[in-house]
């Protein structure tokens, strides 16, 4: 079946741009996460949203990350005024229910940021 | 606080041999325990999970790792690896509230 499905794949843009960043969770999937995954940093927690409740924000870096979540599926993470230590690769996970819940996330391919 | 602690970054070993990735990890509740793996270009693949009962856990492509409560560690171990596990490995942990807080990564190298 289809997996998550993240685009675009790669992402160049000058700093001070926005960007958009799509993220297609699994069907039926309640839960969506968006990650980062950067040299300096590892892999940190962004954004976590589950069914209607309030998304968790706690990882997001700064005011100039948000991230939506339309009708219970697709998600995107917007950055605006982008700055070089923006560039890392994003990463959209989905899950059924809360990973407490015993549900693993299933991850996509990521999209590579990279900011001039 | 959740920490996770990847002991090594990087672990080069013959085709054909054991290895052991170690984790390490701290918390002040009941947590969830986890090992995906990375290969390039690609998004995280689970590996396998400790959600509670025997310690022991096996996973996917002949992996297993032990939950060690006392020593707060959760390593993976493969008793003969091939070229094709050559990939980044990163170990993680949830504590029920949705999100995973994961390691630095540890890089298998596998030789032929």
């Known amino acids: 079946g289809a997996g998550v499905s993240q685009s675009p794949s790669n992402k160049v843009t000058e700093k001070g741009k926005d960007v958009e960043l799509r993220c297609d969770p699994i069907?039926?999937?309640?839960?969506l996460y968006w990650y980062r995954q950067s040299l300096g940093q590892g892999l940190e927690f962004l954004i976590y949203?589950?069914?209607?409740?309030?998304?968790?924000k706690s990882g997001l870096p700064s005011d100039r990350f948000s991230a939506e979540r339309t009708g219970g599926s697709v998600s995107t993470l917007t950055i605006q005024r982008t700055q070089q230590e923006d560039s890392a690769v994003y990463l959209c996970?989905?899950?059924?229910?809360?990973?407490?819940?015993?549900?693993?996330?299933?991850f996509g391919d990521g999209t590579r940021l990279s900011i001039l | 606080a959740q920490s996770v602690t990847q002991l090594d970054s990087q672990v080069p070993v013959f085709e054909e041999a054991p290895v052991e990735l170690r984790c390490n990890y701290s918390?002040?509740?009941?947590?969830?325990l986890f090992w995906y793996v990375q290969y390039p270009n690609q998004g995280l693949q689970l590996l396998l999970k400790?959600?509670?009962?025997?310690?022991l856990v096996k996973g996917i492509n002949g992996f297993e790792a032990e939950f060690n409560k006392s020593q707060t560690s959760f390593h993976l171990r493969k008793p003969s690896v091939h070229i094709s596990d050559t990939a980044e490995y990163f170990c993680?942990?949830?504590?029920?509230?949705?999100?995973?807080?994961f390691g630095q990564g540890t890089t298998l190298q596998v030789k032929p």
């Open positions: 996970a989905s899950s059924l229910g809360p990973s407490g819940a015993s549900q693993p996330q299933h």
């Open positions: 069907s039926g999937h309640t839960a």
């Open positions: 949203f589950q069914g209607n409740s309030a998304p968790d």
């Open positions: 918390s002040s509740v009941s947590v969830y």
């Open positions: 400790y959600l509670s009962g025997s310690t």
């Open positions: 993680a942990v949830s504590p029920n509230t949705g999100k995973l807080i």
